[in-house]
Every structure is written in C-alpha cells, then in structure tokens.
C-alpha cells in the first residue's frame, strides 16, 4: 500500500481507511444493520467478520452481493488516480458538527430496528451517517460543514426559478454561506453556478464514483466546483448513480445544510424527498412559492400548507439569510423573531435553550476556540451532549465555528458572561 499518500492517510491508521473503503463498496448507502454493526464493533472489526462470513444474518444480507469482491486497496489507489481522498468518521476532517443531527435520528432509528416489522433498507434512505466520504477538492470538509444553505428543486426548472435560485445562492455565498446541493440540471446548478459567480464556496454531493460526473452535460462544473468547494459522495470510485443512490443522496444534502431551501418542485420530486429529511433533522425548511399554473411549483405549495409542519415562506435573500444567517452580510431586519432564526434578541435566544444547551453556552469560550472535548470539560456535560447542543447553539446565532473549534458569538459575549 506504499500508493496510499491521501491526505487522510497521515492521520488516520491505514486498516482503517482500508475498512471503511471496503464497507463503502459493500453496502448500499444509510444500511441500517450495516450502520449500526460498525458502530457498536468497529469499522476493522466489521470489515474482518463481514469478510469472512462471520457477521450477523441481517449484516450479510444487506452486503453478500459485493463481500467477497471488494477490493478496498484498489478502490483507495483508484481514488487517488483521479485526486479523491476518503474521509472517515476517525479523521479530523470528519463533519462532527454538519453530522450531529443525523448521529442522533441514527441512534433513535437503530433502537427501534429490532421491533417488529423493523426494515433493513428504506426507499427513501434511513437518516443514518455515511460510513465514509470520498472527497475531491482543495477545502476542509469540516469548515465547509458549518454554515451551509442547501438549495435544491426541479431538473426541469422553469426560467423563473432559475432566477429566483441565481438571486438566492448568489446573496448567500456573499454572505459567506456555502451553497449545497447535488449537482443536478435545474434549479441544482443553478445555485452552484450562482454561488461560484459571487466568489463562494459550493460542495456537490453526488449519487455516484466521482470519477464519473453526473450529469455528464455538468462535468465542467463539477470541475469549477472542485476548485472553489467540494464534490463529495459516499459512493467510491466506479460506482453508477442508481436511483436510489440518489434518494440516500438526498439525506446528507439535508444534513450538511444549516437550512434548506425548495426553489421548484413537482408533487413527486427527489426535492421533496430532501425536504423530508430536512425535517427530521429538525433543519430550517424553507420555500419559494410559485406561480399557482406552474407543475413545477405544486410540491412546493403543499409543503407550506401542510398542518403540522409548515414549511418557511420565503420570496427572497433576506428571508433565507434571516433564518440561517451569514458570516459577512448583517442579517436585514424582516419582521418578528422566528424561532431557531437569528433575529431574537440575546436574552429571548438564551431563555429559549433547553438546560443542556444553556450549560454548554457557558462553557464556551470568550476569546480562543475550544474542541468540543475542551467544552464538555468547561461545561461539566457529557462530549456526546456537547455534540447535540452545538447545532442548535449555531443555528440560534450563539457560537463562533473555525478549524480549531468553537466560542460565544461576539455579539453574545456580555450576555453569556
């Protein structure tokens, strides 16, 4: 393996790595029992007992078609032919932060797999973390992970919502956000394509290898993408976007997003699928409504209308930036306080943190960014807690994030002090 020089090779053990290339090529993406064997065993010892037929009945199940097969050493020198790198929960590039939300409806789901009529597959992708992601692009995946707007909506777009999505994720990523979505015609490449025009970052997440971009038609801009952001995919090199590759897509979009936003989508569209996932995350749902004859707009009216979960109404940059905010642009002033956005004042955003968030508020630091370790310490909380409480400390507009960490948001300082 003297090929392996990928990034994440210098910091993470190399039977690692070699685990968890061989379990992406095994198993479908969000594989309940595939998921779940890894996390209670190990990726190397998962990968050893799946290898040798040792694993349980419901984990060689959902990966006999490929066990015997896979090669994870080609897979990695594949992946570095073609300037990927693998990027797994035990590296430092791991988005711990983006995958909090995901980490916890894994955990819920996986408890209640063993009640009757639990399932191994779900059609639409079971909210559980990748296992790896192959990477390509120049950025940090963990930096990139943190204040995100995903925008997604129609391959068959209409002129309007072009626009409306070029208006969108240009106002974004001058504001600092990086735009996410899945690299799609539409409205998907619109919002990359706006998003690298305003100087931004953009991540693609794609259904397969990337060594094949897909579609083919948007290869140059996977490429552009590549330079100013990331392309990122749990499939490794090789591996065709199957249909339902592109639903279990659909499911990391959500989770990398602070917010979503639905530019266009018809009554049965991947976008609403994305939608469903940003839900149960409990991420910001956004939507831009249509003209009431357009086909494209339909799935989107039904998502604002629905009784117990409405989605956000938006009709501009303004609305999108007020509930996920921004890095460089001050968040306008657009009406009242919305809940889990940024325009509360301090004391209402405070006294809306449950016990736990509000101990790991006061335990962030003022001044230097602090790991999470670091935080649970000051905090006098469990890490895994820590882990919970971030995202929504981020999302009220508490914290601070960098490469090195986490502390109170400037404009917090005198009131967590």
């Known amino acids: 393996m003297g090929g392996l020089s990928v990034r994440a090779a210098s910091a993470v053990a190399e039977e690692v790595l070699l685990a968890r290339a061989y379990l992406s090529r095994v198993g479908e993406p969000a594989s309940i029992p595939l998921w779940g064997y890894v996390r209670a065993h190990g990726p190397v010892v ?3 007992r799946i290898r040798d037929g040792t694993a349980p009945a419901d984990v060689l199940a959902v990966t006999s078609v490929r066990r015997a097969s896979a090669d994870p050493a080609a897979d990695l020198e594949a992946a570095q032919r073609c300037g990927l790198r693998l990027v797994v929960p035990e590296s ?3 988005p711990h932060f983006a995958f909090a939300a995901i980490e916890r409806t894994g955990a819920a789901r996986l408890a209640r797999f063993g009640e009757p009529g639990g399932r191994t597959h779900s059609p639409s992708g079971e909210l559980v973390p990748p296992l790896a992601l192959w990477v390509r692009g120049g950025a940090d995946l963990t930096s990139m992970a943190v204040h995100t707007v995903g925008v997604v909506g129609a391959r068959a777009a209409t002129a309007y919502g072009e626009h409306v999505t070029a208006e969108l994720a240009y106002a974004a ?9 899945g690299g799609a015609y539409g409205i998907d490449a619109a919002a990359h394509r706006a998003a690298l025009a305003a100087g931004g970052e953009t ?10 971009p897909y579609p083919g038609g948007n290869a140059a801009l996977f490429e552009r993408a590549a330079d100013r952001g990331l392309l990122v995919s749990e499939s490794p090199p090789g591996c065709a976007p199957q249909r339902r590759r592109f639903l279990t897509r659909n499911r990391l979009i959500a989770s990398f997003a602070t917010g979503t936003v639905v530019v266009e989508a018809a009554r049965r569209s991947g976008a609403l699928n994305t939608a469903g996932h940003c839900r149960g995350l409990g991420r910001p749902l956004m939507v831009v409504p249509g003209p009431v004859t ?16 409405p989605a956000h109404l938006v009709t501009g940059a303004a609305d999108v930036l007020a509930l996920v905010g921004g890095l460089d642009t001050p968040v306008p002033d657009a009406g009242p306080p919305v809940h889990g956005g940024r325009r509360d004042d301090r004391a209402d955003l405070v006294d809306a943190l449950d016990p736990i968030q509000r101990q790991v508020l006061d335990g962030l630091p003022a001044v230097r960014f602090a790991t999470p370790d670091e935080i649970a310490l000051r905090s006098a909380v469990s890490p895994r807690e820590v882990i919970r409480a971030l995202p929504a400390l981020d999302l009220a507009g508490l914290l601070e994030a960098s490469d090195g960490g986490y502390r109170v948001a400037r404009r917090m300082r005198r009131t967590a002090r």
Not at 203 to 212: C, E, F, K
């Open 46 to 48: 998962a990968w050893r």
């Open 92 to 94: 430092a590039e791991w």
């Open 173 to 181: 990523a001058s504001a600092g956000l990086t735009v996410v979505s």
């Open 203 to 212: 991540v693609i997440v794609s259904a397969g290898g990337l060594d094949r």
């Open 294 to 309: 357009s086909a494209m707009s339909v799935g989107c009216h039904d998502l604002l209308r629905d009784e117990e979960r």
